[in-house]
């Protein structure tokens, strides 16, 4: 695989993590309460020390999960201090629609690199750009494959979003975010994208990069007489 784009494994299954931390293409972590609760955790702060204590070397993206801006302040700053390569994830709003560009400004001038999640709109990544210092790294994930879903064009508003990030002049990273399909690391990598997270489901599909499709074909036909054989079918 010879991708310009970084591969960031999104999920929480510690194990999951173990294993993929050993690949040399994966290049960082991202998780969220989402996944934490899926994967049945049941402490924030124990669950994200331990994976920070596997990964040690590798940007590791945990978010916040208050809900005002004073909550949200206190719980970034306590992520934060877990480690060094931590990058405290923030809803671009709240619950209710309100733009937490106060906050960013705030943690981003004390130097905590963030990694701000959940934006569809060029408008939103133009917005957070002028909250954050030029002097600390952090990543704008704009979420191409939920927009995709809308049945809007995802690619042209990367671009967009690319473009802006360039602009201006900050230490920011755009991120591919919510990706449906293995092509999608392809397109994101085309467009210059700099990060991708990417789920189990569709690491494991990394080996069919380039496979022949007539073999392909074969396997699936053979896959269809092996499950009709095995339901025992008659007509």
Sequence with gaps: MDFKIKIFADGANLED????YKLPYIK????NPTLMRKAGIK???QFSKELLSMVKDLPVSLEVFADDAESILYQAQKIASWGKNVYVKIPVSTTHGEFLGPVMKTLSGEGIPLNIT???TADQVKATLDCLS???PSIISVFAGRIADTGRDSLEIMIQCKNLIKESGKKAELLWASPRELYNVIQA???GCDIITVDKSILDKLPLLGKDLL???KETVQMFYKDAMA?????
């Design 17 to 20: 993590i173990k294993q993929l």
């Design 28 to 31: 960082g972590f991202t998780t």
């Design 43 to 45: 402490s924030y702060e």
């Design 118 to 120: 959940a934006l569809m």
């Design 134 to 136: 030029k002097d600390t």
């Design 189 to 191: 990598d085309q467009m």
């Design 215 to 217: 073999e392909y074909s």
């Design 231 to 235: 339901s025992a079918f008659q007509i």
